[in-house]
């Protein structure tokens, strides 16, 4: 004897919209179902290092370095308003390099005080977890189920969970094989950490495509491993959260944990902001400015309007100066002094809100003469940027250039080499931009010594 198990599906989106699709399921008859609400997240990196920030500016590195444990606190603040039933993890809650047993403990807090509101987590183990001496040393209270290498299902308020932990730190093969079919009778969620079809700046683990997830039958698919927001499909949902903090420039934008109810009248999706601190660009267009005192205003002036937009509590910004300017030479010769200026104009951190500077970039094209005669007038130093970008395409110098930018590459820790190119075109395509930023750099400090300058005086 069967029946008809239908839903509506409401996606809800961070503005408030929302849409709403049809899903049928068949099934047996059942008794309707009480209402399931749970979070999903993953990839919280908890401590990670962040070599790149700390050498730069340690105060900033200390404030970053805190945020995965802030956003893991405000995942549970998050749990416990909205009462949910459970707490989704799928995978990477460590760093494949983390070795302290406190950042173990500060977990278990937290797990706790799930425990003690009656939530539930369930959790699978990502390509980092396998590689930490963390993960084998944790002691978590009895509301934790983590799933092993060979998977499961567990039953709790109506619904079947399942999810398979990476026990290797590589899982080239797909994990699907090793899910159980989904339960007939009752709503069905999976947790499976994967790349997917593949995705840049991410190494290719348990591979799948969305079509075999919705094949397999269950009804939300809780992913994790890529650092960005995506729902790939809705009924079945496929979704991947995203990590809830951004730790360097290169995982910019809004970061959040998704918050999932379920019932006999819809499945609802929203994405929820749990970032402390907030990466982001911002640009300062240069174009007319005349004196530094303008240039440093107006610098200012852009990171404050891009900070307002950033929905976390602190933000931390990159600003490229951009445009045309006769001061082209001389801010990007004194660019240091600068960025040091920058941060000390910005208001001092209240708590754990804020505005830092993460970096300054001087993209500057300079002012334009206007005259017949300019090129003549120019000196050896204007003469010197057509010859420098001659020698730039040069096959012989391009060479020793690559062999140079590979070593220095080479030199970094792995998980940097991919900011200079992922492959060779990517390579060539850094070390072009390194070419170009060199050469102004090169001209920007021959101008700032008076080269060419019959006075010998400088200028702006």
């Not at 179902?33 to 919280?44: Q, S």
């Not at 079509?211 to 995506?230: E, F, K, N, S, V």
Request: aromatic residues 4%.
């Amino acid at each position: 004897m069967g029946a008809v198990w239908g839903v509506r599906v409401a996606s809800v989106t961070p503005g408030g919209s929302s849409r709403v699709l049809s899903r049928t399921h068949t099934g047996p008859v059942r008794r309707a179902m009480p209402t399931f609400r749970f979070v999903h997240t993953a990839d919280l990196h908890l401590d990670s290092p962040l070599r790149s920030i700390a050498l730069r500016d340690p105060a900033l590195a200390e404030a970053v370095g805190s945020a995965t444990r802030s956003a893991l606190e405000r995942i549970v603040a998050l749990c416990l308003e909205e009462r949910v039933d459970a707490l989704l993890i799928a995978g990477d809650l460590f760093d494949g390099e983390q070795q302290s047993m406190k950042t173990a403990a500060f977990l278990g807090r937290q797990m706790r005080r799930l425990d003690e509101a009656g939530i539930r987590v369930f959790i699978i183990r990502g390509n980092h977890d396998a590689q930490t001496p963390v993960t084998g040393a944790l002691s978590l209270p009895a509301n934790c189920h983590v799933f092993g290498g060979r998977g499961g299902i567990v039953e709790h308020g109506g619904v079947a969970i399942q999810g398979v932990s990476f026990a290797e730190r590589s899982a080239p093969e797909s994990l699907l094989p090793k899910y159980r079919p989904p339960r007939p009778d009752m709503p069905n969620i999976a947790l499976l950490h994967t790349s997917l079809g593949g995705a840049e700046g991410h190494d290719a683990y348990a591979p799948c495509s969305v079509a075999d997830l919705a094949a397999h039958g269950a009804d939300y698919w809780a992913l994790g491993h890529i650092h960005t927001r995506t729902v790939h499909r809705e009924a079945p949902w496929v979704v991947m959260p995203g990590m809830p903090q951004g730790r360097a420039i290169d995982e910019a934008g809004p970061k959040s944990a998704t918050l999932v109810t379920i019932s006999d009248t819809g499945i609802t999706v929203e994405a929820r902001p749990r970032a402390v601190l907030e990466f982001g660009r911002a640009e300062a267009s240069m174009d007319g400015v005349e004196t530094r005192e303008a240039a440093l205003a107006r610098a200012l002036s852009a990171l404050e309007a891009a900070a307002a937009e950033v929905a976390a509590p602190a933000a931390v910004m990159r600003l490229s100066l951009t445009g045309t300017t006769p001061l082209a030479w001389q801010l990007r010769r004194d660019r240091a002094l600068l960025e040091a200026e920058l941060r000390e104009a910005l208001p001092e951190p209240s708590g754990q809100a804020g505005l830092f500077l993460e970096k300054l970039s001087v993209e500057l094209t300079a002012q334009p003469a206007a005259g017949p005669g300019d090129v003549a007038e120019a000196g050896p130093v204007g003469g010197l940027g057509p010859l420098m970008a001659e020698i730039a395409t040069d096959a012989a110098f391009l060479g020793e250039a690559g062999d140079y930018l590979e070593r220095m590459v080479q030199a970094l820790p792995p998980e940097l080499r991919d900011r200079f190119g992922a492959d060779a075109a990517g390579r060539e395509a850094a070390l072009a931009v390194l070419l170009v930023e060199g050469e102004a750099t090169v001209l920007a400090e021959l101008e700032g010594d008076g080269v060419g300058d019959s006075t010998g005086e400088v200028g702006g």
